[in-house]
């Protein structure tokens, strides 16, 4: 299949590589060039910009970094709605908010071309080795084209239903949780180290037991290996997806209470840290003296 690809950051290049390695022909767009040249030595071929790829491809996989940075790529002369067939289809798999998924669902409606979102939950490292989950939501027979790419680059779809901004809520809110996760191990570890118990023992204990999950387990080696840089995920990132968690929670009358203290304790890091620190340094930072409560 003739497949497009757009955003060649960690993710996706990962997920590109994926998808030449299941021998389809992948044309490449990202804004810095030079990070498409391993996938290229492995066949993939590199357009000048997103109309190109378009005009090239039967189905267009975007991996941008947020709302902005997609809808950068749609407009214009060389955007993708310029190149993008009728009949075809744009797959986002960014973590974008839930209005702007309306929105460009919309807009690809007009013009007769599909749209799909599916956004994923793993890490780089899960990218590189096909085993991201992926969360699909879209007209049922995108979504049945879909099912060879979505099984070369994850271990699981789970199909949310036809509205594609479904997706993208089903995301934020894992995002959400995940950060949570990473804050109240951080504490815990914090706690332990404070009294005298190793947090790699608590990690073991934690995860052979009640947490026996792969984000304790996951984040758990991060935070005791204090393995921050370089940034799987920039904290700058996680910010953006509270953000639209908070965003998403205000369009239906939700109150997040938790949300706005992990907004502030990841504020809190990137302030004191920098902006290429991963987002799971919040939990480092728990339990320093001083700190802010929100």
Same mark, same amino acid.
């Given at each position: 299949?003739?497949?497009g690809?757009?955003?060649?950051?960690?993710m996706?290049?990962?997920?590109?590589?994926?998808?030449?390695?299941?021998?389809h022909?992948?044309?490449?767009?990202?804004?810095?060039?030079?990070?498409?040249?391993?996938?290229l030595?492995?066949g993939?071929?590199?357009?000048?910009n997103?109309?190109?790829?378009? @005009?090239n491809?039967? !189905? #267009?996989?975007?991996?941008? $970094?947020? *709302?902005a940075?997609? =809808?950068?790529? +749609?407009?214009?002369?060389?955007g993708?709605?310029?190149?993008?067939?009728r009949?075809?289809?744009?797959?986002?798999?960014?973590?974008?908010g839930?209005?702007?998924?309306d929105?460009?669902?919309?807009?690809?409606?007009?013009?007769?071309?599909g749209?799909?979102?599916?956004?994923?939950?793993?890490?780089?490292?899960?990218?590189?080795a @096909?085993?991201?989950f !992926? #969360?699909?939501?879209?007209s $049922?027979? *995108?979504?049945?084209? =879909?099912?060879? +790419?979505?099984?070369?680059?994850s271990?699981?779809?789970?199909?949310?239903?036809?509205?594609?901004?479904?997706?993208n809520l089903?995301?934020?809110?894992?995002?959400?949780?995940?950060?949570a996760?990473?804050?109240?191990?951080?504490e815990?570890l914090?706690?332990?180290?404070g009294?005298?118990?190793s947090k790699?023992q608590?990690?073991?204990?934690?995860t052979s037991?009640?947490?026996d999950?792969?984000?304790?387990?996951?984040?758990?080696?991060?935070?005791?290996?204090?393995?921050?840089?370089?940034?799987?995920f920039?904290?700058?990132l996680?910010?953006?997806?509270?953000r639209?968690?908070?965003?998403?929670?205000?369009?239906?009358?939700?109150?997040?209470?938790?949300?706005?203290?992990?907004?502030?304790?990841?504020?809190?890091?990137?302030?004191r840290?920098?902006?290429?620190?991963?987002?799971?340094?919040?939990g480092?930072?728990?339990?320093l003296?001083?700190?802010?409560?929100?």
């Open positions: 299949m003739k497949i690809f757009l955003g060649l950051g960690q996706g290049a990962g997920i590109a590589a994926n998808l030449l390695r299941a021998s022909q992948v044309t490449l767009w990202n804004r810095s060039p030079s990070k498409a040249k391993a996938l030595d492995a993939a071929t590199l357009a000048s997103p109309r190109e790829v378009a @005009a491809s039967d !189905v #267009v996989f975007s991996m941008l $970094a947020d *709302d940075a997609l =809808l950068a790529v +749609l407009d214009g002369d060389a993708l709605f310029a190149g993008l067939a009949g075809s289809l744009h797959v986002s798999l960014s973590t974008i839930v209005a702007t998924a929105a460009v669902t919309q807009r690809h409606a007009e013009r007769g071309q749209f799909v979102s599916a956004p994923v939950f793993g890490r780089p490292e899960a990218a590189a @096909a085993k991201l !992926v #969360v699909a939501a879209g $049922a027979a *995108d979504l049945e084209r =879909l099912q060879g +790419l979505f099984a070369v680059i271990q699981r779809v789970f199909v949310i239903g036809e509205q594609p901004s479904a997706a089903v995301k934020l809110c894992g995002n959400f949780m995940i950060l996760a990473i804050e109240s191990l951080g815990a914090a706690l332990a180290a009294g005298g118990v790699q608590l990690v073991d204990i934690l037991t009640l947490f999950a792969p984000v304790y387990k996951n984040y758990g080696a991060i935070l005791v290996g204090e393995k921050f840089r370089p940034a799987g920039a904290a700058p996680g910010l953006k997806d509270m639209l968690a908070r965003e998403a929670a205000d369009g239906v009358g939700v109150s997040m209470p938790v949300l706005a203290i992990l907004d502030a304790h990841l504020r809190e890091t990137i302030a840290e920098g902006s290429d620190i991963d987002w799971s340094s919040i480092g930072l728990a339990g003296k001083g700190r802010p409560q929100t």
